[in-house]
Structures are given as structure tokens and as C-alpha cells.
């Protein structure tokens, strides 16, 4: 009978339930929520809030809420928020080659919908974190996974993607320039996609390192080396003139 009353009816017969019991308004439709908001002074909330507000009560282990946001992912929740940790779970779950849900998940970053610099930063972690895997169990499943997150960023018509996800990336390493040099060269030699933009990439990884080198003698990032950086950046500069990327 529900689905037949006029929005604001509905919402009005929504107030006067959640006004007596005394809660708030669940829905996962935003633009009702919206509308209780404004017109009926009626606040709402969506299942990822009520999951993110049971993990932070520690109803729930962090485990349980990732595995919970990859269920509602499944069920096309296309405005559900990810984060690494959520691809992290899924990539220790599938203990294997990336599935056709993981590749719709990586590929958010080319997705209109979805703010590329969130996406970027949650694939730039996930990266880190293949790279960095704790057991060798998981980390033989390691390359088919980074190769999909490499080829995607590569795919997009949008030189920018790219540029802003290296930095991104770089960001994460900081501290350790060898590691993401490392992961920089595997995507070179691996990923057929970043070809025809190997000088260009080169010369922004470079202009990355330099600018990482200037910023080690700011207060605000003591434990950057320049050293450290100004040495990969030769080793970069080597391997290119060598033709070994």
C-alpha cells in the first residue's frame, strides 16, 4: 500500500512513526532522506552509516563492516563509499586472480560518478599495499592484480588520471623512494598500455622526485632523504638511457 501514497504522504506517515518511537529515518535513498530532511524536518540515515557507526561502537570488527560494504557493492549500491581496506579484504578473500567484481571496482576511478581523487587514493593504497604484502601465500597473487589497477589508470582518455595517480602514489612512499621507483619500472616493463606514454611518465616521476627532494628540508616533512630521492631519480635516468624500461 506503501508504494502507492504520494512521496510527501509517505514521508509525512515516515515523520509521524519516527517522531513517536523517537529515531531517525533509514533509508538508502538519498533523495528521500533529503526530502525528510528539508520538508518535514525528519533526519535520515543509510546502511553504510549504520555500519560505519557499529564498527566505530565496535559492534562489528572492521573485517565484518569491509565484508559488509563488499555486499553491498555486489548489489549494484553504486553510492556506497569504498576505501583500500575494502579492496585489501576482498583481494584476501578471493585469494586469487582479480574476478570481474574486482575489476568493476578498480575501474570506479574512470567512472563520472566517482571522484577520481578519492578513487586514486584508494587504489594508490591498495598498490602499497600489494607491494608490501605480509605472506607469501597471497603475494604470488600479487602481479595479476596490480596489472589490472595499472592498465586501468593507463586506459583513461584523460592524460591527467595517470599524472594525478603517480603522485598519489608517491605520496604513499614518501619515506621510500626505492619502493615506489620499484613499482613505477614493474608498471613500465608490464603494463603495454603506458607505452606510447613512457617519456612523458618518466619525466613526471622525475619531476616528482625532485620536488619530494626540495620538500625534505621543510620542517613539515623531516623524514624525506633527499639522498635517497636524488639517487632514484639516477637510477630512473639510467635504466631509460640504457633502454631496460
Not at 592524460?159 to 626505492?178: D, G, V
Request: glycine content about 2%; charged content about 20%.
Amino acid at each position: 500500500m506503501l508504494s502507492h501514497l504520494r512521496p510527501l504522504r509517505l514521508l509525512a506517515l515516515r515523520r509521524s512513526l519516527t517522531n513517536e518511537r523517537g529515531v531517525p529515518l533509514f533509508s538508502d535513498d538519498l533523495i528521500v532522506r533529503a526530502i525528510a530532511n528539508v520538508a518535514v524536518n525528519v533526519r535520515g540515515f543509510c546502511t553504510q552509516s549504520l555500519l560505519r557507526g557499529a564498527r566505530h561502537r565496535k559492534l562489528i570488527s572492521d573485517a565484518e563492516y569491509q565484508d559488509a560494504v563488499l555486499t553491498l557493492l555486489r548489489w549494484h549500491y553504486n553510492f556506497v563509499g569504498d576505501e583500500a581496506r575494502t579492496l585489501i579484504r576482498l583481494f584476501e578473500n578471493t585469494s586469487g586472480s582479480p574476478d570481474s567484481f574486482a575489476a568493476s571496482l578498480i575501474q570506479r576511478v574512470l567512472s563520472p560518478l566517482c571522484n577520481n581523487n578519492s578513487s586514486c587514493a584508494v587504489l594508490s593504497d591498495f598498490l602499497t599495499y600489494l607491494w608490501v604484502i605480509p605472506t607469501e601465500e597471497l603475494r604470488k597473487y600479487r602481479d595479476s592484480w596490480a596489472l589490472m589497477i595499472w592498465k586501468t589508470v593507463s586506459e583513461s582518455k584523460d592524460q591527467a588520471l595517470i599524472s594525478k595517480f603517480l603522485i598519489f602514489l608517491a605520496a604513499r612512499h614518501m619515506t621510500l623512494p626505492a619502493q615506489f621507483m620499484g613499482a613505477f619500472v614493474w608498471a613500465l616493463r608490464n603494463v603495454k598500455n603506458l607505452n606510447s606514454r613512457r617519456i612523458y611518465l618518466i619525466r613526471h616521476v622525475l619531476q616528482i622526485a625532485e620536488f619530494f627532494g626540495e620538500q625534505s628540508s621543510i620542517t613539515s616533512f623531516p623524514l624525506l632523504d633527499v639522498q635517497a630521492w636524488d639517487e632514484q631519480s639516477k637510477t630512473l635516468r639510467w635504466l631509460f638511457v640504457m633502454k631496460a624500461i
